[in-house]
């Protein structure tokens, strides 16, 4: 019932000091085959059995009103859980009930049992903006002429007036020498949009406390929304240099990062919470919120 990423000691002794915590748990844990994990405060956290966070659970005592009675309230907290709006105990990504089974029943008539592929599905959207971030910033070409100057090549053009005057040609010459260097710069750009969208190692930094590593691709949906498909699972590491894969990559955008301004020394790239591509070293990034950070390190370096 502990995840083998917890302190186990510590969840353990979260167990024995509750006897509501300990029923919610094992309930919990058994009907949604989760594990438990620590966390600060009085609740306890929960895993898939991959590690990937399935959300927590706490239990509080009130006193009922109506009733004008002691009351005891569980509580179940996911990000799969989305509710049409809060109430007065809780939130929208919140469950709670004064019975344990009834709390239960409530998560699984409403399809809300935290799995790797709902998790992985709610990662998705940070896991977009890697992709997105390759060459965001990169203007559309355009071709800038004066009016003076069109109108004189029109004249030219129609014979009404053959001669165009050396400073409309110079400029003209001028603009389309910069429309030819950003059609290059934009032709680049998209060869390296398509190296990302062919595959990439994808990283998350979660929390700052541990990695997920995995391999991904995309491709334009037909409302041209980016689609992310994950082959294979998301592998959990304590550490980055546990990851063999990542061996050659890990060096290279730490040292890079170091002698950067935005160094984060939060995770062990040294990469900050950005939406960013950092064509240097050829690694994008992309962020929900801050505490979730994905990394996108290209397979394809044609």
Known sequence: MISQFANAEA????????????KLAHEVCKAFNL???????????????????AGKIYVTRGHNHKKNEAETVYYFESQVVNKEK?????GRNVRDSVSISN??????????????EKIIKDYMQGMRYVFRNVGRNQS?????ITNDAVLALVRSHLGIDNSVPDAHTNAIRESYEKFEISMRQAKDTNAQKERF??????????????????????????????????????????????????????????????????FSA?????????????????????????????????????
């Open 197 to 262: 969208m062919k595959g990439v190692k994808i990283i998350g930094i979660m929390d700052s406390k541990y990695y997920l590593v995995g391999h991904a691709s995309a491709s334009k949906s037909v409302s041209n929304d980016i689609e992310i498909t994950l082959h294979g699972p998301l592998k959990r590491y304590s550490s980055l240099r546990d990851c063999p894969e990542l061996a050659g990559d890990l060096p290279i955008i730490r040292a890079y990062m170091e002698g950067r301004s935005e």
């Open 35 to 53: 594990r438990l994990t620590n966390l600060p405060n009085s609740a306890l956290g929960l895993h898939t059995p991959s590690g990937l966070e």
């Open 103 to 116: 709390l239960i029943k409530t998560i699984k008539k409403n399809n809300e049992i935290p799995t790797d």
């Open 266 to 302: 939060a995770n062990e790239f040294g990469l900050p919470v950005r939406d960013t591509y950092h064509e240097e070293i050829d690694v994008a990034t992309g962020y929900v919120n801050f505490s979730q950070l994905w990394v996108g390190i290209p397979l394809h370096h044609e």
């Open 86 to 90: 809060g109430s007065t105990r809780s």
């Open 11 to 22: 969840v353990q002794e979260r167990l024995n000091s509750s006897e509501d915590i300990a």
């Open 140 to 144: 559309r070409p355009s071709l800038t």
